[in-house]
């Protein structure tokens, strides 16, 4: 058996995205769905290295660009907790990412 996520990525004539959108029809998610980012990361166990795609819209704000990274890094927490059952060392990531939002939000001029 095999699933799918599918990603197009629309671009504007100096390469950079224009628009994103994603389905995962055994996620549930059949129909395309917007998003201003991705981050993907896969991991190569062959080379022992992380691989990623990062990319985002111009219409991508420095606020939302904030949240989504604070919501990214606390995300990344229950999913290491998850695959390593150290609550402790997850509990830290939480944090980190409290204290990130917070100077990245102190740090953002106000538009």
Avoid: C, H
């Avoid at 985002?56 to 604070?70: A, G, L, P």
């Avoid at 390593?84 to 204290?99: I, V, Y």
Wanted: zero cysteines; aromatic letters at 10%.
């Amino acid at each position: 058996m095999t699933s799918q996520i599918n990603i197009q990525i629309e671009l504007a004539e100096d390469k950079m995205p224009e628009s994103i959108q994603w389905t995962a029809p055994d996620g549930g998610v059949a129909d395309w769905q917007k998003a201003k980012a991705i981050l993907l990361g896969l991991w190569d166990g062959e080379e022992k290295s992380a691989l990623r795609i990062d990319l985002w819209t111009s219409k991508m704000m420095v606020d939302e660009m904030n949240d989504f990274f604070y919501q990214t890094l606390y995300g990344m927490a229950d999913t290491y907790v998850r695959a390593t059952k150290n609550g402790e060392l997850a509990k830290e990531m939480k944090e980190f990412a409290k204290a990130f939002l917070k100077k990245a939000s102190e740090a953002t001029p106000a538009e």
